[in-house]
Every structure is written in structure tokens, then in C-alpha cells.
């Protein structure tokens, strides 16, 4: 089975501060995806990665960074958290062939106070 | 619960009963179909797909029906269960492109 994980499950930050949220995958997966969810917005892409070092913007990618420094880990940044990014993130990944099939983690509900 | 589950339109269920959720979907060169279950607090769990050369599939307790007229999708589950309650989203993809959108989910509630 397809496992992937996130490094939180909640967190609590302060505006300003900088926040790093993890994910991991392994099953050698070569994309790889972070999306956030509001309650009646659904899933929002903000970044994703085809291979290791690469990123591609998606439709929210204001104020957030990735960072793909092996092919397992994919990082999303928020350099300087403000209030508007309380959300649940969600990490995604999916294979090279069969690339439409994303496989999503737990979770990371993040509160900016 | 969480607050995914806010806003969303719901259905109610009799366990035992069968029950339908639908999407419409937006794009007509969409090839890809996938339907995604979310429990509370949980990240969403791939249950079934579809691809547009076919009609229809089936798993196991679930069949999804795919209408490339309308732009329609299906989700039926048989025989509905406590444990299927959660909230249900299809997404659509294009083949070669590696986004996919997702609808904005209808939440389940199985009735004991």
C-alpha cells in the first residue's frame, strides 16, 4: 500500500512566523502535491513537483514555497504565516504511468494566530 | 466534526440502503475520473476510478457510472454501511496533465 505521511497533524503558529510542513512518500512516487481545504472550496492546488528539484505553481501559490530536495520529501513553506493560511494541508503523490491517481496523507491542520 | 464537512451538501441514508452521489463534472476533455472518500480527520482515500472509454465499473460494495453526455458521474454504494460515512468528492483529470480538479465533496450520513 501506498503510504504517505505529513509531519503534523496540528499545528499552531504565530502571524509572521515562518512554518515548515513535511511530506513524505515511499513509494518512489515521482509527483508529488500540496493542496489546502476550505470548508466550501474544496481541494486548492498550491505547488507541485514532478522529480526531485523541480516545482510547478498551481492555483494558489501565493505567500507559500517548496522546496524538493529528494525524491521522497516535499516541503511546503510558509515564509511568513499569516492568518488567511489556517487551513488543512494535504500532501498528494502519485506515480510516473499512472500519474492521474493521487494517493493523499493525513493531514496538517494548521491554526495562524 | 470538521469543518471540510461545513457547506457541503448532504445526504442522508437508511443503513442497509443503497445510496447515490453525484457530480457533474466540468470539462469535456476530461478522460480521468476518480471518486475519493474523506473520513473526519482523516486525508481522502482513493476508492474507485474511471476512465471515459468506459460506462461503468464496479468494486467491491461500489459502482461508478459515468454519462459523457451530461457530464455526469455516479457513486453508488450498496448496501451502506455506519463506516460509509464520510464526505465523497469525484476529481477529473486530462491525460498528460498531472492537475486534477476536484468537486467540492457531498458529505454521507448513515442513519443506524
Known amino acids: 500500500d501506498v503510504k504517505v505521511t505529513q509531519s503534523s497533524r496540528y499545528l499552531v503558529k504565530r502571524t509572521g512566523e515562518k512554518v515548515f510542513l513535511e511530506c513524505v512518500q515511499d513509494m518512489d512516487h515521482e509527483n508529488m502535491f500540496w493542496y489546502r481545504q476550505d470548508p466550501g472550496l474544496g481541494l486548492r492546488l498550491i505547488y507541485f513537483s514532478y522529480d526531485v528539484k523541480m516545482k510547478e505553481k498551481g492555483d494558489i501559490p501565493e505567500g507559500y514555497s517548496v522546496s524538493r530536495e529528494k525524491k521522497e520529501r516535499f516541503s511546503l513553506i510558509l515564509e511568513s504565516a499569516s492568518t488567511n493560511q489556517t487551513s488543512m494541508y494535504l500532501c498528494a503523490s502519485s506515480l510516473y504511468r499512472d500519474r492521474e491517481t493521487q494517493y493523499f496523507g493525513p493531514g496538517t491542520r494548521l491554526l495562524v494566530l | 466534526g470538521e469543518s471540510v464537512g461545513l457547506h457541503l451538501p448532504t445526504l442522508s441514508v437508511q443503513e ?82 498531472q492537475k486534477v480538479t476536484f468537486g467540492i465533496g457531498t458529505k454521507l450520513q448513515v442513519i443506524p
Not at chain 2, 476508492?47 to 454519462?67: A, C, E, F, H, P
Open chain 2, 16 to 97: 442497509g440502503d443503497n445510496s447515490i452521489i453525484n457530480c457533474a463534472y466540468s470539462n469535456s476533455a476530461s478522460d480521468y475520473f476518480i471518486w475519493y472518500k474523506q473520513e473526519s480527520g482523516k486525508g481522502p482515500q482513493f476508492i474507485i476510478d474511471i476512465r471515459s472509454n468506459m460506462d461503468k465499473r464496479q468494486g467491491q460494495r461500489v459502482t461508478v457510472l459515468l454519462n459523457k453526455t451530461v457530464k455526469h458521474l455516479s457513486l453508488q454504494i450498496a448496501a451502506t454501511q455506519p463506516g460509509d460515512s464520510a464526505v465523497y468528492f469525484c476529481a477529473e483529470n486530462i491525460r498528460g496533465y
